[in-house]
């Protein structure tokens, strides 16, 4: 059970977010001017971990691990991978790739609008809500949880996925979508603008984690804490869980759906490969070895883990995998916290898997 | 009396039978070639009789005529004062004696109207006599051009003599085509009969190219003998279509049962979800191919049978893997199910990153064993393939051997006993450790033979377990935990949905729609099929 009062953790590391926010643009023309390359991957680790903590506040704070969130991440990326070339399109007049490669002369009908950022935002809030809400409710009433949940979420995001991959959707095919070159009217690629697209994903990061962290702290919870860990008790003193468990699925949906936002006008493309399973498993991963239930575990997890990810992919890509399952057994096995274990531990006694299991708290078989 | 007629009998008998022979017997051999050096009308006389030589005449006829048909063609025929020389000057055309040319040799040039009728004649004799498969192959394309010159009893005499299968294939074929064509109506309706007994794809063309045939309107007869023959073709055309997609719907269940029942067992005893099931059965077949390897170096004679040899190593090889990764992860998991799911994430990536350093990503090569080779046509286009066969027959024996371990060994009275009460088993003295260890070598072995079914069939590369992991999960999650029956219905019902749905909308349309079936039944039984009774955990 974590307590709920102590906030200075989550304190220190927004103000650490926002320093960093404010201290990208104002060094720009100055010697200490952060690289392009840093900026971006800076820009698209914020994504990463707003995408961590929308699977926090469902794992972590519900007990409900979904396999899926690939999906939510990937509306979100789509919606604006769409504005953006729309955009582009009026603007620059430059015809989006995949039309030219499917030899068709006009957008499909449901591109309509698309240049207007605000109705696409209400698009992709709205399919998010729709996905989400109609999955969680026929999940949740049948009582599908635990491990059913997590294998239908990752057959959800496996076959969205094949679906994408399908050239006739008039959403890029297998190429996926790519080419964007004008945002809010502001030409993109520019070292101004990757600043400002990594500082806004820090501002943003900082926002979702402050709103989550009020949310976890309120009544409401405290139930969905309840929820967690005795959800038939619950239910037996009067509470309905049902509504509870959709509201925050849906949440979580949206903020993930926010995170694709962010990440698509940075890595400049999109495509079906954001659904592919293994992406919904790493942020698990993500949030398992920053320390599920805990936010700012989940912020650091996905930081470090991907930090790691972007150095070895250039430095020894083959090395990667193996990293990465290794880090995976280590957490399970020693860490079931993740980082917020080694947090923990005061080095007065020698650590061994009884006192280890003392700390953790964790009943082990 | 009584044997002296029936030696009278069968002495009639005899010179009936062989009376045609005698008479094709009597070529003329000195008139042929004296024709051949004639005009074009002569020439286009023997043209004709070389071709009836080539279809009925004795095997010393042809050997005969053939050389000079060709000659005609290449102009390597030289009339002289004393008949002809082949070669220019160096045989005799009649006696084949060596012999130079009687003054200045002409070579006769063919007409437009003759030349066609020596080239019949010249690929027949070839059909029949060439020794290389490439030749006859060659002279039944050029008899293919024209199959209404092609005279009768050619092609049955040279199909019969055929050596190579796929050359005789095609020589029925022709015969068939060149009967259709045959200028009597009679002997066409009855071709046509023949055609229709073979229902398939290639024959419906060729009838339904018949129905602009003059004779379509002109005879009412050939009108209803074609439209018999098309319907007929089509009824076993639908009749096959639906064959093979039943067939082909219950080789796919095979595999995902396969894939699905280690899965089942292991979910159901722990309600752990092994992520790396797919990955056993990349290794299971893997292992086939090292004992495939194996075999080529310490004996190649065995190699045929590296199949069957490799199904125990491939279950202990697989089993050993499953053995160590409960002993040493999912053991200390039990109470953490979400946990476990990461944990054997890890060690897919794990066992196929490792595979992929290993062995590389290209696809493995696979010796084709007579015994999944080739296939037996049986009607339309449904061919009954062994290699589909030999995973049918495999998801079955595997069935049977799960259903004797759980139903009839002590090791599945115990794991049914600790599926439906852990605890209440542990009281009772089940080692349930011990049987959970056991358990999960078991599922893992049997991903290991799924391994091995599949190496026949599909292609063989580190990234192959990840097709069969979430189909296989669909399976474990409509058919209920840990029942054998439930995977089976649930493996049927999903591979026959999947290749019903396929023709009509698309492979990814199929998975769309049964993972939305999934989920709707999962509102009305949350628990699959067949929940198992015991406590809900």
């Known amino acids: ?365 | 009396m009584k044997l002296a007629r029936l030696t009278a009998a069968a002495g009639l008998l005899a010179v009936l039978l062989f009376a045609p022979g005698l008479r094709a017997d009597t070529l003329d051999r000195a008139g042929l070639v004296q024709e051949l050096c004639g005009d074009a009308g002569a020439m286009g006389r023997a043209g004709t009789a070389l071709v009836a030589t080539a279809a009925s005449g004795s095997a010393e006829d042809r050997a005969f005529a053939a050389p000079l048909a060709r000659a005609v063609i290449d102009r390597k025929l030289g009339c002289d004062d004393a008949g002809a020389v082949l070669d220019e000057g160096g045989l005799d055309a009649i006696t084949r004696m060596p012999r130079a040319a009687a003054g200045t040799p002409r070579s006769p040039l063919l007409s437009l109207k003759n030349r066609p009728v020596f080239e019949l004649a010249d690929a027949a004799f070839a059909l029949r006599g060439a020794p290389a498969v490439a030749q006859r192959a060659a002279a039944l394309k050029t008899l293919e051009r024209r199959p209404a010159q092609i005279p009768e009893g050619l092609l049955d005499t040279a199909a019969a003599a055929e050596s190579d299968a796929g050359l005789k294939e095609q020589i029925d074929t022709l015969a068939q085509t060149a009967a259709l064509n045959a200028s009597d109506p009679a002997a066409r309706i009855r071709a046509i009969g023949r055609v229709a007994e073979n229902p398939s794809r290639r024959a419906l063309t060729r009838i339904a190219a018949l129905e602009s045939d003059p004779a379509y309107a002109a005879n009412p007869e050939f009108r209803a003998a074609v439209d018999a023959a098309t319907a007929r073709i089509e009824r076993g055309i639908a009749l096959g279509d639906t064959l093979a997609t039943l067939y082909n719907g219950l080789s796919f269940a095979s595999i995902l049962f396969m894939a699905a029942i280690g899965l089942a067992i292991i979910f159901g005893l722990m309600g752990v979800i092994n992520l790396a099931q797919g990955e056993l059965i990349m290794i299971g077949a893997y292992v086939t191919w090292l004992v495939q390897q194996g075999l080529r170096v310490a004996a190649p004679a065995l190699l045929d049978w590296y199949l069957v040899l490799a199904i125990p190593v491939a279950f202990l090889a697989t089993a050993a893997i499953g053995i160590a990764l409960e002993a040493l992860l999912l053991r200390h998991l039990y109470k953490r199910p979400l946990m476990s799911l990461l944990a054997t994430w890890a060690v897919s990536l794990f066992l196929v990153n490792i595979v992929r350093v290993v062995f590389g990503t290209q696809n493995m090569q696979f010796e084709t064993p007579f015994y999944v080779s080739g296939g037996v046509p049986v009607i339309g286009d449904f061919i009954f393939t062994w290699n589909r066969m030999f995973a049918i027959a495999f998801a079955i024996v595997t069935l049977a051997l799960t259903w004797g371990v759980v139903r009839k060994t002590p090791l599945g009275l115990n794991i049914r006993a600790v599926t439906q009460n852990r605890d209440m088993a542990a009281c009772i003295g089940i080692p349930t450790r011990r049987i959970d260890m056991m358990a999960f070598g078991f599922g893992s072995g049997l991903a290991g033979l799924a391994g091995l079914a599949l190496s026949p069939i599909y292609s063989v590369n580190p990234q192959m377990g990840q097709n069969f992991i979430i189909d296989s999960f669909m399976v474990v999650v409509l058919g209920g935990v840990g029942t054998i029956a439930g995977t089976v219905l649930a493996a049927l019902g999903i591979g026959q949905i999947n290749v019903l749905i396929e023709p009509l909308w698309g492979a990814v349309a199929a998975k769309v729609i049964v993972l939305l079936m999934i989920i709707a039944f999962l509102q009305w039984r949350p628990e699959g099929l067949f929940a198992v009774k015991g406590r809900r955990k």
């Open chain 1, 1 to 365: 059970m974590m307590r709920l009062g102590r906030n200075g953790p989550i304190v220190l590391l927004t103000g650490l977010i926002l320093l960093v926010a404010v201290a990208m643009p104002a060094l720009s023309g100055t010697s200490l001017e952060v690289s392009r390359y840093l900026a971006n991957a800076i820009g698209q680790l914020a994504a990463f971990a707003v995408l961590a903590i929308s699977l926090d506040l469902i794992w972590g704070y519900l007990g409900i691990l979904s396999l899926g969130h690939g999906l939510f991440f990937a509306i979100g990326g789509y919606v604006f991978a769409m504005y953006l070339l729309k955009h582009s399109f009026v603007v620059t007049g430059t015809v989006p790739d995949f039309l030219q490669f499917m030899g068709w002369k006009d957008f499909p009908f449901y591109w309509a609008g698309f240049d207007f950022f605000p109705y696409a935002f209400t698009v992709a809030v709205l399919v998010t809500l729709l996905v989400s809400g109609i999955f969680g409710y026929v999940s949740f009433r049948s009582r599908v949880g635990g491990v059913y949940f997590a294998i239908i979420t990752q057959a959800l995001v496996y076959v969205a996925m094949l679906l994408m991959f399908r050239n006739d959707t008039g959403f890029g095919g297998n190429n996926g979508m790519t080419g964007f070159s004008v945002l809010f009217g502001w030409q993109m690629g520019t070292s101004g603008m990757i600043t400002a697209l990594a500082a806004g994903s820090l501002a943003v990061l900082a926002l979702v984690l402050m709103l989550c962290r009020w949310l976890v702290g309120s009544r409401f919870g405290a139930l969905m804490l309840a929820t967690r860990d005795d959800e038939i008790r619950l239910q037996t003193l009067g509470y309905e869980t049902l509504r509870l468990k959709l509201i925050v699925w849906c949440l979580s949906a949206v903020i993930a759906m926010v995170a694709g936002m962010l990440y698509v006008p940075q890595v400049g493309i999109i495509n079906p490969r954001v659904l592919s399973p293994e992406l919904s498993l790493e942020i698990a991963v993500w949030v398992a070895i920053g320390g599920r239930g805990h936010l700012v575990g989940a912020v650091i997890g996905a930081l470090l883990v991907n930090a790691v990810k972007f150095w070895l992919s250039s430095a020894a890509p083959d090395i990667w995998p193996f990293i990465l399952s290794g880090l995976i057994v280590l957490v399970v096995l020693v860490f079931p916290n993740g980082l917020m274990d080694l947090a923990k531990f005061r080095l007065t006694r020698p650590m061994g898997p009884k006192r280890m299991a003392e700390e953790i708290g964790e009943a082990r078989p």
